[in-house]
């Protein structure tokens, strides 16, 4: 059984930075898509970011400029820095890892507090 184990959320001024990791607890396969969501209190699941196999990065636009997400392939790892953090930030991130099958993680929370 495949868990992608989550780490790096918690609590953070506004203008403060955070990096989010996610590992998986075991070699996940044909690995296509590696990403993050986030979802705020009443609000959808919204994508964050994510990161093909060959390296492309899409952002959301609310975060554009002021995160970064990368891959290790080799640790089948995926991370999330983000810069210059807003209230509006907060909430619960979620990795994502799309291949043969589809996993998601355990969620970590982000306070951005004003």
């Known amino acids: 059984q495949v868990q992608l184990v989550e780490s790096g959320g918690g609590l953070v001024q506004a203008g403060g930075s955070l990096r989010l990791s996610c590992a998986a607890s075991?070699?996940?396969?044909?690995?296509?898509?590696m990403g993050w969501y986030r979802q705020a209190p009443g609000k959808q699941r919204e994508l964050v970011a994510a990161?093909?196999?060959?390296?492309?990065?899409n952002y959301a636009d609310s975060v554009k400029g002021r995160s970064t997400i990368s891959r290790d392939n080799a640790k089948n790892t995926v991370y999330l820095q983000m810069n210059s953090l807003k209230p509006e930030d907060t909430a619960v991130y979620y990795c994502?890892?799309?291949?043969?099958?589809?996993?998601w993680g355990q969620g970590t929370q982000v306070t951005v507090s004003s």
């Open positions: 990161i093909t196999s060959g390296g492309s990065t």
């Open positions: 994502n890892v799309r291949g043969v099958f589809e996993y």
């Open positions: 075991t070699k996940i396969f044909s690995i296509n898509i």
